[in-house]
């Protein structure tokens, strides 16, 4: 067997309700001020009700940065931080998708270095130590709560990613009960992100290993058996708590044998089109996956057999469960249904190209004129 190593978020609560215990478990990492990280719809839906209040009566100081948007820019980082030093927070909490997360990792990595933005980007390029990190998803996509990375907006359509040990949190709690509410819409593009997560981690060419593989496969079962229920009864809690689940453990594979071509060709979708991260997953996933076959046929065929013991170990059982689950929830399935210009197909896979931090690890080469004919095959 390789050698390998695997990094997670040191402590993780899984209960439904178990927001209340914020304000405790923040006082046990030593936190008297905390900055609370989040958007404005979380902020004005009272989800985050229970939780403020176990934190007031755990006697903490709380401020709440409520400026997050999708795909956050750099101006957004820049203000969570400084609100972060104004109140002098000797804690951080991300509340809400993988948006708020991934801001809070890097307020809490730069309040407490003072390092600059533009100094992180990369892998490894972090320096010193953060302050304590809380991770509070209410989206069950992009297992943000147990990655080591932050995905930034940096400049009108492009993005770059923060990847350090450092970005893990100490604590993440993962509580039902605040996904309830989620939208149909919302509910099937994070899943299917977090399936995309299981996939690309099970056949992540450079550190797949016997951990994340478990975890993919388990992270895999758990989303396909219950994404639907979720998407047709958002209040079925059970259906609610195992989505959490797996797309916690997609994120800790991935953490650990990371994504490949299909994240690369989603990332510019979300920079030119503001498609939604899950979205822009689901949009190229059949058609990377119809690429990657020869390459990986094997794997994926072990795939399907864990979304459905009964199917043929073969790709195109795969590619042929993903799509008619994608379309069971009712995401638009190709480009041109989410109203890509087709006419702007040669630029998205030059852009794509620029993400080589993700194509080293797809299981086949991609090069520019490879990653053309995936989005025309993704188009109609």
């Known amino acids: 067997m390789a050698s390998f190593s695997f990094n997670t978020t040191k402590s993780i609560h899984c209960e439904p309700g178990c927001s209340a215990e914020l304000g405790a478990l923040a006082r046990s990492l030593g936190i008297e001020r905390l900055l609370v990280v989040t958007d404005a719809g979380i902020a004005g839906s009272g989800i985050m009700d229970v939780a ?6 755990a006697g903490i100081a709380v401020d709440v940065y409520q400026g997050v948007l999708a795909d956050p820019p750099e101006s957004i980082v820049e ?15 991300g509340f809400g998708g993988g948006s708020s997360m991934d801001v809070a990792k890097l307020v809490a990595l730069l309040a407490a270095t003072g390092e600059d933005l533009s100094a992180v980007y990369g892998v490894g390029n972090a320096t010193g130590q953060r302050l304590p990190l809380i991770q509070v998803p209410t989206t069950a996509g992009t297992g943000s709560e147990v990655t ?32 309830l509410g989620l939208p149909p819409h919302v509910t099937a593009a994070t899943g ?4 995309v997560h299981a996939i690309e981690s099970y056949t ?44 916690m453990m997609a994120g800790q594979a991935f953490a650990n044998a990371p994504v490949a071509a299909v994240h690369a060709l989603a990332y510019p979708l979300g920079g030119h089109y503001h498609i939604s991260h899950g979205l822009s997953n689901s949009l190229v996933l059949p058609s990377v996956l119809r690429f990657n076959a020869p390459s990986c046929d094997a794997l994926y065929g072990e795939l399907a057999r864990v979304i459905n013991p009964n199917l043929p170990a073969t790709a195109e059982a795969l590619i042929h ?60």
Not at 79 to 93: D, E, I, P
Not at 192 to 195: C, G, H, L, Q
């Open 192 to 195: 299917v992100d977090a399936m």
């Open 52 to 57: 403020l209040q176990s934190l007031s009566q």
């Open 204 to 247: 992540s060419k450079i550190k797949k290993n016997p951990y994340s593989d478990m975890l993919a496969k388990e992270a895999l079962r758990l989303l396909s058996a219950n994404l639907v229920h979720a998407v047709e009864n958002g209040s079925d809690r059970t259906a609610r708590s195992n989505m959490l689940l797996g797309a």
């Open 148 to 179: 080591p990375i932050a995905i930034v907006t940096t400049g009108e359509t492009t993005k770059q990613g923060v990847v350090a040990p450092q970005l893990l949190p100490d604590l993440a709690l993962l509580d039902a009960d605040l996904t």
């Open 321 to 380: 469960e993903m799509e008619g689950l994608i379309a069971q929830v009712k995401l638009p399935q190709t480009l041109a249904e989410a109203n890509v210009p087709q006419q702007d197909l040669p630029m998205l896979a030059k852009d794509a190209m620029l993400q080589q931090r993700l194509l080293v690890n797809n299981p086949r080469e991609v090069s520019e004129a490879e990653a053309l004919a995936i989005y025309e095959q993704a188009y109609a």
């Open 79 to 93: 203000a969570a931080l400084q609100q972060a030093k104004q109140m002098q927070a000797n804690g951080v909490c």
